[in-house]
């Protein structure tokens, strides 16, 4: 492969750092990989890409889970039927959200945090005002689409200090093969907040998504909006989600990958 004018190093690859403003030149590649986040592929062929703003989802019908309903649309109340105070925390069946085209796979809860940095976080960031799942006492947890999706994001807040690597999701096919690995990473992280960072935390995959598997430490997560997202999704679409430039950014210029067998990350 021959590297262009704009391009730094030959290796098989070509590295480039672009401005926002160039990036559109960007059209014909066949694949763009934002770095900063961590993003192991179990197959390299899949062209996954990583999803850092909700907005990606506009384009496509979606649903969106802000867990402050249940649901049936009701107010989310505990056994003496009043709304949680900060720091209580009730069980969520498996099948609430079944009508939503989601299942539990592993007991969770609704929790309103008592942190009042993860409270800030879903504030500014645009996560929902109160609760979110799936409490301090679950690490793990495993969700599954009745119908497989190919894109989802969710809102996450995390605490840097008790945990400096972050969650990671793992998104697997319809027969339980691993696609994707996404880990929690600077390109994920729109804002801090006191102990908190916050941000969007999602993956796009032409291969079918039927189960995510959560693992976190001290993180909460938060909205949760998922999609079967037409494929190839569009690359820009895929590029603005990914680098997190225009009006909600300002992040430096974005390092871009890009070569002849598709997206990988950095």
């Known amino acids: ?39 192991a592929l179990t197959a390299p062929a899949s062209h996954a890409a990583i999803v850092t703003d909700r907005s990606f989802f506009d384009p496509f019908p979606s ?44 007991q969770i809860n609704w929790v309103n945090d008592g942190n009042g940095s993860f409270d800030a976080a879903q504030l500014i960031g645009g996560g929902s005002p109160s609760l979110s799942i799936p409490s ?8 599954q689409f009745d119908v497989p999706v190919r894109g989802f ?7 840097r200090f008790d945990d400096p690597e972050g969650p990671v999701i793992v998104a697997k096919d319809i027969n339980g093969n691993v696609i994707e690995t ?11 907040v006191g102990d908190a960072d916050y941000g969007w935390f999602g993956l796009q995959t032409p291969t079918l998504i039927r189960t995510l598997e959560f693992s976190k430490d001290s993180a909460i997560f938060d909205n949760f909006i998922y999609s079967e997202v037409p494929s190839p999704a569009p690359a820009f679409a895929l590029l603005l989600a990914g680098a997190g430039v225009g009006a909600r950014r300002s992040r430096r210029d974005a390092e871009v990958l890009l070569d002849d067998d598709g997206l990988e990350a950095l």
């Open 1 to 39: 492969m021959d590297c262009t004018s704009h391009q730094t190093r030959c290796d098989g690859s070509c590295r480039a750092s672009v401005s926002p403003s160039a990036i559109h030149t960007a059209a014909g590649a066949t694949a763009v990989c934002i770095i900063g986040a961590t993003l």
């Open 63 to 106: 649903e969106e889970i802000t867990w402050e309903l249940r649901g049936n649309g009701e107010p989310v109340l505990n056994d003496a039927n009043t709304p949680l105070i900060n720091g209580e925390t009730f069980p969520m069946p498996l099948t609430e959200y079944a009508d939503r085209g989601l299942t539990f796979v592993d």
């Open 136 to 143: 301090s006492t679950i690490d793990f947890f495993r969700v």
């Open 153 to 159: 994001a969710i809102f996450v807040a995390n605490n």
């Open 182 to 192: 996404i880990t929690w990473g600077a390109a994920f992280i729109d804002g801090s």
